[in-house]
C-alpha cells in the first residue's frame, strides 16, 4: 500500500505570493491533518478534513486555508506569504475508526522557503 | 489533551537499550500514550502506542505505571539510525486525528 505523499518536496517563494500545497492520502483513508513545523514553534496542528468537512483548526491566521475533494485528497493554500512561513509543511492520513490505534501516518513534508 | 514532559536531550551507546520517559501526570482515563519519532526532516513516524498495559511490537516496548502518569519507551538495542526527535502524545482516540506535539527528547545513539 503506498504512503502518504506530499508535492512538491521544495518550493521558494516570495513574500505576498501565495502557494497551494497538495497531499495525497493513503488509500481509503478519509482523514487528512496539517501540520507546520518551525525551528522555533516545533510540530504545531493546522487543520483536519474528514469527508470533505474542516473538523479542527489550529490557531493559525486566515491566510491558511485548506479543503479537501471527494478523493479524500487535500491541498492547503497560504496566501500573502510572510517570511515566517517557511517551514516544513507536512500532512497525516489515518482511517479515524474510532478504535485503536487510529494511527496517524506522515507524509514525507514539503519544504516551503519564502524569501 | 493531556500535556506530556520529556528531557530535552539524551544520549544512548549503540547497542545498549534506550530508555525515554515521558510525563503525563494529568492523563484522563480514556486517554492513550503514543509514541512518535521523526529523524531529520522526514515525517514523524509510529511507533507504539497502550493504554494501561505494558505493549511491546518490533520497534519498541511502553511501560506504563498503574497511575498511568508516566511511561517509558525501550527501544532495547539501539543503533544510530534511531537517532531522532521521540516525541510522546496523549490523546483520546475518537472522531478527530488531531495530535498536539510537545517539544520531545532529541536521542543520539554513539557508536
Known amino acids: 500500500k503506498a504512503g502518504v505523499t506530499q508535492t512538491p518536496r521544495y518550493l521558494i517563494k516570495t513574500r505576498g505570493q501565495q502557494v497551494t500545497l497538495s497531499c495525497s492520502p493513503i488509500?481509503?483513508?478519509?482523514?487528512v491533518s496539517w501540520y507546520q513545523q518551525t525551528p522555533g514553534q516545533g510540530l504545531q496542528f493546522l487543520f483536519e478534513y474528514f469527508s470533505e468537512t474542516q473538523r479542527n483548526k489550529g490557531n493559525f491566521p486566515g491566510r491558511f486555508s485548506g479543503r479537501q475533494f471527494s478523493n479524500s485528497r487535500s491541498e492547503m493554500n497560504v496566501s500573502t506569504l510572510e517570511l515566517g512561513d517557511s517551514a516544513l509543511y507536512l500532512c497525516?492520513?489515518?482511517?479515524?475508526?474510532?478504535?485503536?490505534?487510529?494511527?496517524?501516518?506522515f507524509g514525507p513534508g514539503t519544504r516551503l522557503t519564502v524569501l | 489533551d493531556a500535556k506530556t514532559t520529556q528531557p530535552t536531550s539524551m544520549d544512548c551507546a549503540e547497542g545498549r537499550a534506550a530508555n525515554l520517559p515521558c510525563n503525563h501526570s494529568?492523563?484522563?482515563?480514556?486517554?492513550?500514550v503514543y509514541w512518535y519519532r521523526q529523524i531529520h526532516s522526514q515525517g514523524p513516524q509510529y511507533i507504539i502506542h497502550?493504554?494501561?498495559n505494558n505493549e511491546t511490537n518490533e520497534m519498541a516496548s511502553l511501560i506504563i505505571t498503574e497511575d498511568r502518569k508516566s511511561s517509558t519507551l525501550i527501544l532495547p538495542h539501539a543503533t544510530l539510525r534511531d537517532t531522532a526527535v521521540y516525541y510522546c502524545i496523549v490523546r483520546v482516540i475518537g472522531n478527530t486525528g488531531k495530535l498536539i506535539f510537545g517539544q520531545g527528547t532529541t536521542l543520539q545513539v554513539k557508536p
Open positions: 497525516a492520513s489515518s482511517l479515524l475508526s474510532g478504535r485503536a490505534p487510529d494511527t496517524q501516518y
Open positions: 497502550g493504554l494501561k
Open positions: 494529568t492523563i484522563s482515563g480514556n486517554e492513550y
Open positions: 488509500s481509503g483513508h478519509r482523514s
